[in-house]
């Protein structure tokens, strides 16, 4: 019941779901490389990172879809037998997230492939997200379908009670975000994966990803 004119209304929730190929992978890996002192390990880990980056544009992955994050150095101690930490080390890290796009003709096998033989044991592969470069005209079917289911709805209601649907008094699209899907990393777990130098590529099957969207209506009983 409206509770400021006092008519009928009944409200219904609609989902719709649209299934599509990606056509955007994203990756994410980290160099982590140790040293006994901090500019070695700082150094060495920039020079990885150089590394890796040379693969990936030499794969055909353009600059707009790199990027750097989390740069840090930190001690590594060791327990001694006097019973104290001792520091044994630095370790230097940083993140890289790597954008691979099917109109770019680039493999993801091979490209993830390169940039771990490139960076050697201090590469470490964090996880591979699918996804739609552009979501908008999926979504905009989703729109549709799950306005459809809704409205399915409301008939049904209305049909049962013997009234009729009018005019749509309220309609509120749920912007809650989408929970993640199909991403793959190590494990279960989802830790940073070692790779070793001169590593083979791994198949990368695109699979299918959804794209849905969430309605509430409120109709008018007549």
Known sequence: MNEKSGQASTTTFGRGTVRAVPDLIRVTLSVESRARTVAAAYGRAGERVSRVVAALRAAGVRDADLATSGLSVRTETVYTDKGRNEIAGYLASTGLSIALREDTGTDPAETVAAAVTAGGDDVRLGGLTRAVADPEPLLARARDAAFDDALAKARQYAARAGVRLGAVLQITEDTAPPPRAYDISADSG?????????????????????????????????
């Open 190 to 222: 989802n830790a940073p994966m070692l790779m070793a130098r001169g590593s083979s590529p791994v198949p990368v099957v695109p699979g299918e990803t959804e794209v849905g969207a969430s309605v509430r209506v409120t109709w008018a009983l007549e």
